[in-house]
């Protein structure tokens, strides 16, 4: 029986078309793909056109950041295989000339499609056209693609998130997708607004909805294409590859890193002690790749679905997340123009959250607009607050459950795998070091998503030392101010305040030092 192909000889020779490729996981699957198969033919991408902006021109700035530049050295002339294809999934026909469906039909053997509307809040008409129809759109062009061996869907752990136990297969949905989709045809917005929460419910989100209506979608409707469907949980920045600590968005934990290390975010919902299913990207786009990979072998009519998760095998948890992003951004790398000390906690209370809200955040944050006016400043700390909260809430539904996802197809892949191949297209999530994850991920959000120098780190450090002495300096006064409400003629009550007084006043002279 001769062997298996690796994965880079498989994808020697073959041409791949992605939709999605401009956001976060679709250009890491585009560097990953060119850089470890370096014998692949051509990468096509879906993108937009913009007026104005010539599409290669586009590519090429998608292609000039960080996360390019070893597989630049290693390859200078890679630019030459990614290929741009002007369409868009919102439109019939995926809106694809005529010249370019020839090329693809003639060229392309795999498709990853990732493409989809991600905000979890999105009205349901749109979600409903990018996630369903844009499905829809794909299954159409994949019937037409004469050398196609591999369809890759990406979808999310989160699909299900109405159960607590979610395995490796697709789940009937209470509305048929077909009857949906000609729903908001004759619907107004206004009145799908209106039901909506009864349409989605139990999930939380039109993004989870419309996430389980497209795997049914798939289902029912391409028996006949070689399809695979993975489904990532929380996606972060990279653990290994090709470096640690990439991402350049403010999505999920990003944001909440961001946050927590601006001082601006101290405390909301979530379970210390539940499962933080973070993946990292390059975890997920190497099982995307293998995954094209097996259901090419295989020609299997079945839909493999493959859970890409952590919680199971390698348990990362919210406790772990607040503890290691307060220590990183007081003590390691603090981020530039901090105004308050990053302190962060995960609760389980509603009402010690609700409290923290009132007292922590927006009344520091309207103290700071009025002292901002009083000095002719833009009042911007209530604004911020604000669209900081509407990001949060939408969290915090996730931070304050767990889900048991089993990992059966993802174990049996990767032994499937030879050994060069589980080293280069590694997706064990059991490999991964989550004490070094966290700390690469809280520089990453510096240094690749806030786009902040580290030649300005000294002067970080500088003021996170400084607002620790303002911390101190304010807990004295507090205990001294209390001590002087308690006093009485108790000689011990008058030594205790004589002690405050005396450490007030030596914190008091450093703090005014640090002001000049």
Same mark, same amino acid.
């Given at each position: 029986?001769?062997?298996?192909?690796?994965?880079?000889?498989?994808?020697?020779?073959?041409?791949?078309?992605?939709?999605?490729?401009?956001?976060?996981?679709?250009?890491?699957?585009?560097?990953?793909?060119?850089?470890?198969?370096?014998?692949?033919?051509?990468?096509?991408?879906?993108?937009?056109?913009?007026?104005?902006?010539?599409?290669?021109?586009?590519?090429?700035?998608?292609?000039?950041?960080?996360?390019?530049?070893?597989?630049?050295?290693?390859?200078?002339?890679?630019?030459?295989?990614?290929?741009?294809?002007?369409?868009?999934?919102?439109?019939?026909?995926?809106?694809?000339?005529?010249?370019?469906?020839?090329?693809?039909?003639?060229?392309?053997?795999?498709?990853?499609?990732?493409?989809?509307?991600?905000?979890?809040?999105?009205?349901?008409?749109?979600?409903?056209?990018?996630?369903?129809?844009?499905?829809?759109?794909?299954?159409?062009?994949?019937?037409?693609?004469?050398?196609?061996?591999?369809?890759?869907?990406?979808?999310?752990?989160?699909?299900?998130?109405?159960?607590?136990?979610?395995?490796?297969?697709?789940?009937?949905?209470?509305?048929?997708?077909?009857?949906?989709?000609?729903?908001?045809?004759?619907?107004?917005?206004?009145?799908?607004?209106?039901?909506?929460?009864?349409?989605?419910?139990?999930?939380?989100?039109?993004?989870?909805?419309?996430?389980?209506?497209?795997?049914?979608?798939?289902?029912?409707?391409?028996?006949?294409?070689?399809?695979?469907?993975?489904?990532?949980?929380?996606?972060?920045?990279?653990?290994?590859?090709?470096?640690?600590?990439?991402?350049?968005?403010?999505?999920?934990?990003?944001?909440?890193?961001?946050?927590?290390?601006?001082?601006?975010?101290?405390?909301?919902?979530?379970?210390?002690?539940?499962?933080?299913?973070?993946?990292?990207?390059?975890?997920?786009?190497?099982?995307?790749?293998?995954?094209?990979?097996?259901?090419?072998?295989?020609?299997?009519?079945?839909?493999?679905?493959?859970?890409?998760?952590?919680?199971?095998?390698?348990?990362?948890?919210?406790?772990?997340?607040?503890?290691?992003?307060?220590?990183?951004?007081?003590?390691?790398?603090?981020?530039?123009?901090?105004?308050?000390?990053?302190?962060?906690?995960?609760?389980?209370?509603?009402?010690?959250?609700?409290?923290?809200?009132?007292?922590?955040?927006?009344?520091?944050?309207?103290?700071?607009?009025?002292?901002?006016?009083?000095?002719?400043?833009?009042?911007?700390?209530?604004?911020?607050?604000?669209?900081?909260?509407?990001?949060?809430?939408?969290?915090?539904?996730?931070?304050?459950?767990?889900?048991?996802?089993?990992?059966?197809?993802?174990?049996?892949?990767?032994?499937?795998?030879?050994?060069?191949?589980?080293?280069?297209?590694?997706?064990?999530?059991?490999?991964?070091?989550?004490?070094?994850?966290?700390?690469?991920?809280?520089?990453?959000?510096?240094?690749?998503?806030?786009?902040?120098?580290?030649?300005?780190?000294?002067?970080?450090?500088?003021?996170?030392?400084? $607002? %620790? @002495?303002?911390? *101190?300096?304010? &807990?004295?006064?507090?205990? +001294?101010?209390?001590?002087? /409400? $308690? %006093? @009485?003629?108790? *000689?011990?009550? &008058?030594?205790?305040?004589? +002690?405050?007084?005396?450490? /007030?006043?030596?914190?008091?002279?450093?703090?005014?030092?640090?002001?000049?």
């Amino acid at each position: 029986m001769a062997s298996l192909p690796t994965i880079r000889e498989f994808y020697a020779g073959r041409s791949v078309f992605i939709t999605g490729a401009t956001g976060f996981m679709g250009k890491v699957l585009v560097e990953k793909l060119l850089r470890s198969c370096p014998e692949i033919t051509n990468i096509y991408l879906l993108v937009r056109s913009k007026r104005g902006i010539d599409p290669k021109e586009r590519i090429n700035s998608l292609l000039d950041c960080k996360l390019f530049e070893q597989l630049s050295l290693q390859q200078p002339q890679f630019r030459d295989k990614v290929i741009p294809i002007i369409g868009d999934i919102l439109h019939d026909g995926l809106g694809i000339s005529k010249e370019d469906l020839r090329v693809l039909i003639e060229h392309v053997s795999v498709i990853f499609h990732s493409a989809a509307t991600v905000r979890f809040d999105e009205r349901l008409k749109l979600s409903v056209t990018m996630n369903m129809v844009g499905v829809q759109r794909m299954l159409i062009l994949a019937r037409q693609l004469t050398q196609l061996v591999a369809f890759v869907h990406v979808s999310t752990a989160y699909a299900n998130c109405d159960k607590k136990e979610i395995e490796e297969k697709i789940y009937p949905t209470q509305l048929a997708p077909q009857k949906l989709i000609d729903s908001i045809e004759w619907m107004s917005d206004d009145v799908l607004d209106t039901l909506s929460p009864k349409l989605v419910s139990p999930r939380p989100n039109t993004y989870t909805f419309t996430k389980a209506q497209a795997e049914r979608i798939l289902e029912e409707d391409a028996t006949d294409l070689p399809i695979t469907i993975v489904r990532p949980s929380i996606v972060g920045a990279s653990w290994d590859d090709p470096f640690p600590g990439w991402v350049d968005n403010f999505n999920g934990p990003t944001g909440l890193f961001a946050a927590i290390g601006k001082g601006a975010l101290r405390m909301m919902m979530g379970n210390r002690n539940g499962a933080a299913d973070i993946i990292p990207v390059d975890t997920a786009t190497n099982l995307f790749i293998a995954a094209a990979w097996n259901v090419a072998l295989q020609r299997s009519k079945d839909i493999t679905v493959y859970n890409c998760t952590t919680g199971g095998l390698n348990t990362l948890y919210w406790g772990q997340i607040d503890v290691a992003s307060q220590h990183h951004y007081n003590y390691v790398t603090p981020l530039d123009a901090v105004a308050r000390l990053p302190k962060a906690k995960f609760t389980s209370s509603r009402i010690r959250r609700n409290v923290n809200l009132y007292f922590d955040h927006l009344l520091p944050a309207w103290l700071m607009d009025v002292t901002a006016r009083a000095v002719g400043a833009k009042p911007i700390y209530m604004r911020l607050q604000e669209r900081l909260w509407r990001s949060v809430e939408v969290l915090e539904y996730f931070t304050s459950r767990e889900w048991k996802w089993s990992n059966n197809n993802v174990l049996a892949l990767n032994d499937k795998l030879t050994p060069e191949d589980r080293k280069e297209f590694d997706f064990d999530v059991r490999n991964i070091d989550w004490t070094r994850y966290l700390d690469n991920y809280c520089l990453g959000t510096k240094k690749y998503a806030l786009k902040e120098s580290m030649e300005d780190l000294p002067a970080a450090r500088q003021n996170m030392l400084w $607002l %620790q @002495r303002r911390d *101190q300096f304010m &807990k004295a006064a507090l205990a +001294a101010l209390l001590l002087a /409400v $308690l %006093q @009485r003629k108790s *000689q011990t009550f &008058k030594l205790l305040t004589s +002690a405050a007084v005396q450490h /007030v006043t030596s914190l008091s002279q450093y703090y005014l030092a640090m002001l000049r």
